[in-house]
Structure formats: structure tokens, C-alpha cells
């Protein structure tokens, strides 16, 4: 099971970092993805970070978001800078080559 966390609401130019922790297996043996769903709009993925540490970005994030592990604390980040209102989303982090259920998600809001 993973769990997203860290969300919360920001102003514009903001920063907020997200915390994607797993329960019952080592996320470090896995590549890990970072999704998010906008309002009326469908899930999209937008980063994630291969098990040899390769990152790979949406185009619309590069340069201001920044996957990251801890596998000490089996966790994967996301990193936020520079937020814009169209960054307003539930994000979501789950294994892109081998999916499992979907968790809640954690409400990110950036105020105009």
C-alpha cells in the first residue's frame, strides 16, 4: 500500500513537499511515480524515478518539481517550487510498471 501526504494549500510561487510512503514491501525495488488529477480532468502522470535513480518529468513540471528517495525511510518525495494555480490537484504516487490500487491521494491547492 502507498501513501501520499504533505499536500495542503499555497500561494502562487509557493513550494510544498510531498511524501510517498510505502507499507508492506521496499519501494526502493521499484520504479515510483508521481499522478495527479486536476478538477475535471483526467489523472495524469507527471514524474517518476527509475530503481537505478533516473528521473523523468512532464514537460509542464520540468524545472520546478524534483523526484527523490530515502530509502531508509522507504519513501519517495516530490519536491514543489515555484507553484502555479494550474498545479491545483490530488496527487497520487504509484508503481508505473506494476500498479496497485490507488490510495486517497493528498489535496494540493495554489491560490491566484
Known amino acids: 500500500q502507498l501513501q501520499a501526504s504533505g499536500g495542503g494549500e499555497v500561494p502562487t510561487g509557493g513550494s510544498l513537499r510531498l511524501s510517498c510512503s510505502a507499507s508492506?514491501?521496499?519501494?526502493?525495488?521499484?520504479?515510483v511515480g508521481w499522478f495527479r488529477q486536476a478538477p475535471g480532468k483526467e489523472r495524469e502522470g507527471i514524474s517518476c524515478i527509475r530503481k537505478n535513480g533516473d528521473t523523468l518529468y512532464a514537460d509542464d513540471v520540468k524545472g520546478r518539481f524534483t523526484i527523490s528517495r530515502d530509502p531508509a525511510k522507504n519513501t519517495v518525495y516530490l519536491q514543489m517550487n515555484s507553484l502555479k494555480p494550474e498545479d491545483t490537484a490530488v496527487y497520487y504516487c504509484?508503481?508505473?510498471?506494476?500498479?496497485?490500487?490507488w490510495g486517497p491521494g493528498t489535496l494540493v491547492t495554489v491560490s491566484s
Open positions: 508492506g514491501f521496499t519501494l526502493e525495488w521499484f520504479a
Open positions: 504509484n508503481l508505473p510498471f506494476t500498479p496497485i490500487p
